[in-house]
């Protein structure tokens, strides 16, 4: 049996491009040295894979930022702005993605979003009238040549063009059909360019085919698929799916003259289903995404084999391939020192999934599979236990009642209660949490983990570095301060240290986006808190100054998403594990003087199911209730924010207005404020504060441009309920860029509150 891998990841097993990037931000490398560091990554890759005996090795995977970017460049879809630039097409297409600011203009960067139900973002393409769609890059068939040359025959990989046409923003009249004919044949020149570079397959990837689909996206679909694969003659196409099933379409697709479908298994809840109802063609490939590409444990083998043998019987022609790309894994466990074997015998990064297909591959085929070591390895494996239960964790949670979901008095009474005890100025100014995370700090952090220093001595350097950014938050204005998080190394990573049942690799990193990469804690098992976590520094915080000082914090459903969850039970028990111990670290800031706690829920959204016809009974129903439970205990004049960044949030602003926090601050800049309406049109109760400035470029707003911002706002939001704030933490900023940012910040609420 044949094997396949959606993609692989780009970022580099010690993350040598997000290096050799930054390096390129700040000049200390040229253009031609970042291209080599690429192209060794894209080489080693594809040998990789090549030496596991991997059949269909993707090219095009590799993305110096994003790879709907890449195809949204390479078909010319690049806003006028960014063309006025006179720059280099390197730095055209980083402006795209990062903002540019300098000599040749000032241009910020295009929205960006999470990928489907992953922690990975897209840049958002955007679409003008006079956008004009056609192939005009090199990129997908330079990569193919230059394996080409390594021996190496490879599937390049493209966004597809439905998928393209859904992520789109237009921002002028025209609307997205008035562009299907031009990107049907822009999609038709790539097929035709292939054709004549001789390649064999070429991937389309369609995860928006897993959406719940109307009648009239099935018949654009069916279009634009029908009029691009008219004329292919000898480059075989794949439809490549994941992060669910393709119910509303699987007859269409089928029908369509696809050589290749590749379904997910993993995800794909009625994948079979639907596969054993209306059949699979004879003439096409089942590309079965069978080996989980967001999961970082092993593949139940005999599972999986189950699978493959009743496809075998239909007599499909099955190539045993990854559920998705495997850039949502590490890369390897070569590197893992610390966990003993009796973890990392559970686990399977990127390079362990293609020992996996190889081995499945090849299980596939034998005539007694219990006989191989391999399997019975496997098999003995699923049948033993973890050691994993926590009977006091278990007791707890069946302890939990309706009335612990619930917080009193009702939230319109507590804010009443709370402008009374807090007195804020109008428009009252804070930030989202974390200041920037210098060489300094992260020196200072891992000289104490390698012993290097003594605890007090990492005390009293953050202890310094706490008070700096106190007295400037005061200096400069801020209402509401915070601490700066200097202790912490990752968000999820941090709380996780402290809570049972959690597990921390070395090197096992993940790219989020562009150079930012997270190296996600594993769920081991049942999840308490083992010691308070920030209470020390935030009481140290509050104690330099008469200001309020927010208590940070990570919530629960953030926490399981950015994190590898387990697979033995389900989301919602872990997730509500998870809200005790954070409830736990609510009540003791509270009882230690904290008003202001702040919950962040960035990653709310991704495990909701991407059809909406699964929300409330699959998700919404527990994840919202598992917030309400971190907080339903605090006193009225204790004030709950939450934080959310980077996801479609207008269609569930009910669902986040029912987590019953006092105040949510979330990403809105980067997407030109465009949330705004949805928060009036649902008479949102809870106070709001719409990110001013996108953290994630390094340009600095004007005051000028903050204060347009805050008038747009206040359009929509009543002065009363409107707070201001940059649209995310600051730790991947620089120093002088946050503070300059900042102060423009202050002054700009400043100015509009006079005016007012």
């Known amino acids: 049996m044949k094997t396949a891998v959606v993609g692989y990841p780009r970022i580099g097993t010690l993350r040598e491009l997000k290096f050799a990037l930054e390096k390129y ?14 192209k060794e990554l894209r080489k080693v890759h594809w040998l990789t894979q090549k030496n596991s005996g991997i059949d269909y090795i993707t090219s095009n995977d590799f993305s110096y930022y994003d790879i709907v970017l890449d195809t949204a460049y390479l078909l010319n879809i690049i806003p006028a702005r960014y063309k006025k630039l006179d720059v280099s097409e390197l730095d055209r297409y980083l402006a795209m993605a990062r903002g540019y600011q300098g000599d040749k203009g000032d241009v910020k960067a295009l929205a960006m979003k999470k990928w489907f139900n992953t922690n990975y973002h897209y840049i ?8 004009d769609i056609r192939l005009s890059g090199n990129k997908l068939w330079d990569e193919y040549e230059e394996a080409k040359k390594l021996g190496i025959e490879t599937k390049p990989v493209i966004t597809g063009a439905y998928t393209l046409l859904k992520l789109c923003r237009f921002t002028g009249e025209k609307k997205a059909d008035e562009f299907v004919n031009a990107l049907i044949n822009a999609y038709k020149d790539v097929v035709d360019r292939c054709e004549d570079a001789g390649i064999q397959w070429l991937q389309f990837d369609e995860p928006a085919l897993v959406h719940d689909m109307t009648e009239e996206d099935r018949a654009l679909f069916v279009k634009i698929y029908r009029e691009i694969l008219a004329d292919k003659k000898s480059c075989s196409i794949l439809l490549q799916t994941y992060f669910g099933d393709v119910r509303d379409v699987y007859e269409d697709i089928v029908e369509l003259s696809f050589d290749g479908i590749g379904l997910d298994f993993i995800e794909g809840k009625k994948t079979a289903e639907l596969v054993e109802r209306y059949g699979f063609p004879k003439d096409k490939v089942l590309f079965a995404g069978l080996v989980n590409g967001k999961n970082i444990w092993k593949n139940h083998y005999e599972k999986t084999l ?31 020192n610390k966990l003993t074997d009796e973890y990392l015998n559970y686990f399977a990064f990127a390079e362990e999934k293609l020992q996996e297909l190889k081995e499945l591959s090849e299980l596939a085929e034998c005539e007694n599979v219990d006989l191989d070591e391999r399997f019975k390895a496997n098999k003995k494996l699923f049948a033993g236990t973890r050691k994993c239960d926590n009977q006091d964790v278990r007791k707890r949670l069946s302890e939990v009642t309706e009335a612990d979901y619930k917080r009193l008095p009702e939230r319109k009474i507590r804010q009443q209660i709370q402008k009374k005890e807090f007195a804020l100025p109008t428009l009252p100014t804070t930030t989202i949490g974390s200041f920037p995370q210098t060489s300094d700090v992260k020196a200072n952090r891992s000289a104490f983990r390698k012993g290097e220093i003594t605890k007090e001595q990492y005390i009293d350097f953050n202890k310094k570095k706490i008070e700096e950014c106190v007295r400037f938050q005061e200096e400069i204005g801020l209402d509401v301060l915070v601490h700066g998080e200097y202790e912490r190394n990752d968000m999820v990573e941090y709380f996780g240290e402290s809570l049972g049942g959690f597990l921390f690799t070395e090197k096992a990193w993940v790219q989020s986006y562009g150079t930012r990469c997270v190296k996600p804690p594993v769920i081991w098992g049942d999840v308490y808190r083992k010691k308070p976590i920030t209470v020390e520094w935030s009481v140290y915080a509050q104690s330099l100054t008469d200001k309020i000082m927010k208590g940070m914090l990570t919530g629960p459903v953030t926490i399981l998403n950015w994190s590898f969850p387990r697979e033995d039970i389900t989301i919602k028990e872990s997730i509500s594990q998870i809200a005790l111990a954070i409830r736990d670290e609510v009540l003791d800031l509270e009882a230690n003087g904290i008003k202001i706690i702040q919950i962040d829920e960035a990653a709310l959204r991704e495990k909701l199911p991407l059809r909406k016809s699964d929300w409330n009974c699959e998700y919404l ?17 204790t004030q709950i924010h939450t934080h959310m960044c980077y996801s479609e949030f207008t269609d569930i602003i009910s669902a986040i207005d029912d987590m019953d926090a006092d105040v949510i601050t979330f990403e809105a800049s980067r997407s030109d404020l465009q949330i705004l309406d949805s928060l009036r049109e649902n008479n949102f109760e809870t106070e709001a504060g719409p990110g001013v400035y996108d953290i994630h470029s390094p340009r600095i707003p004007s005051v000028e441009e903050i204060t347009h911002a805050i008038n747009i706002m206040l359009t929509k939001i009543d002065k009363d309920k409107l707070w201001v704030n940059p649209d995310c933490g600051l730790k991947t900023r620089g120093v002088p860029e946050t503070e300059a940012s900042l102060k423009n910040m202050v002054k700009a609420a400043e100015a509009v509150r006079a005016r007012l």
């Open 306 to 336: 189950n699978v493959l043998k009743n496809l075998e019987k239909k007599g499909i022609q099955t190539v045993l391939s990854t559920s998705c790309s495997l850039q949502h894994v590490p890369y390897t466990l070569k590197h893992e």
């Open 124 to 131: 958002v393409p955007e679409v003008e009238d006079d956008t």
């Open 621 to 637: 129903d527990f994840a919202i209730p598992a917030f309400r439970l971190t907080a339903s205990g605090v006193k009225p004049e």
């Open 25 to 38: 931000f700040k000049k200390e490398i040229s253009a031609d040295e970042l291209t080599d560091t690429a």
